[in-house]
């Protein structure tokens, strides 16, 4: 490959990890060609870019990056994948989904909302972020419960008031 081709490849992985909020580093070294056409068609599915690179070109698209990820450098060994998100937990979860029938791939390190997980024992804590609108659905309805409780004993309380108000009327 000429260094003018490398440059562009520098350049064009630098403007999707900038683009990008959320990245895996993966290894799918052992996959055969159907495993990971398959992988490619689930990623493509989930929206999520999936894409082979080699560790010295990812390494320089790291470096000229504005994030801040000297700890993946050393995660850049055998052979390296990266995919791309726009929803912090999806690659974990479609991981998770796919090693149920194969062994890769293997988590190696993840760029998730400007924190750095190294391992495929951060697996299952990428798949439980939640999503913003998750968040912001989990704070209305926390937001809301103490209303509801507020207005049905109100509802309760008028509920209770008119019985007693018609039981002394009936008496007289």
Avoid: W
């Amino acid at each position: 490959m000429k260094r003018e081709d490398k440059g562009n490849l520098v350049k064009n992985l630098t403007e999707l990890i900038n683009a990008s909020n959320h990245f895996y580093l993966t290894d799918i070294s052992d996959l055969n060609a159907l495993d990971t056409s398959q992988l490619r068609r689930a990623c493509f599915k989930k929206d999520l870019k999936l894409q082979v690179v080699k560790n010295t070109i990812l390494k320089r698209a790291l470096e000229a990056s504005d994030k801040n990820v000297e700890e993946l450098y050393s995660e850049l060994v055998n052979s390296s994948s990266i995919i791309f998100s726009e929803q912090g937990s999806e690659p974990a979860k479609l991981i998770k989904e796919f090693r149920k029938k194969h062994k890769k791939p293997i988590l190696k390190a993840a760029y998730v909302e400007e924190s750095v997980y190294i391992g495929d024992n951060q697996l299952d804590i990428l798949a439980s972020i939640k999503t913003k609108n998750e968040l912001i659905a989990d704070v209305i309805a926390l937001l809301q419960s103490p209303l509801k409780n507020v207005v049905s004993s109100l509802q309760s309380g008028s509920n209770i008031l008119t019985g007693v108000l018609t039981t002394l009327s009936n008496k007289e």
